[in-house]
């Protein structure tokens, strides 16, 4: 595989509607070439015997089933909150009104 060109490096950044300036240019062709040989690589990778997967590790549901145990009483909390009206939390409306 050929490495990438500034000329074509120039291309792909008009095309993206990138104004580059000369140092980027150079900058991003070594590292969009470092990226282009990586791909290379793998391309190259004799994958007859793997089969298609949608994701590379074995996903299970990991959470604990529901248990019912001890909660906080509900007049300890609401004694602590800012503000509380008619046994709940009084919080400020969504436009940002204070209570």
Do not use: C, K, Y
């Given at each position: 595989?050929t490495?990438?060109?500034?000329?074509?490096?120039?291309h792909?950044?008009?095309?993206?509607?990138?104004?580059?300036?000369?140092?980027?240019?150079?900058?991003?062709t070594?590292?969009?070439?470092?990226?282009l040989?990586?791909?290379?690589d793998?391309?190259?990778l004799?994958?007859?015997?793997?089969?298609?997967?949608?994701h590379?590790v074995?996903?299970?549901?990991?959470?604990?089933?529901?248990?019912?145990?001890?909660?906080?009483?509900?007049d300890?909390?609401?004694?602590e909150?800012?503000?509380?009206?008619?046994?709940r939390?009084?919080?400020?409306?969504?436009?940002?009104?204070?209570p």
């Open positions: 595989m490495a990438i060109t500034p000329e074509e490096v120039e792909v950044a008009v095309l993206a509607r990138l104004r580059l300036s000369p140092e980027e240019v150079a900058h991003f070594g590292h969009l070439g470092a990226i040989e990586h791909a290379a793998v391309e190259a004799d994958l007859a015997d793997v089969p298609p997967t949608s590379p074995h996903l299970e549901n990991v959470m604990r089933p529901d248990r019912v145990g001890p909660t906080l009483d509900r300890e909390v609401l004694a909150a800012p503000a509380a009206q008619e046994n939390f009084r919080v400020p409306p969504i436009l940002g009104v204070e």
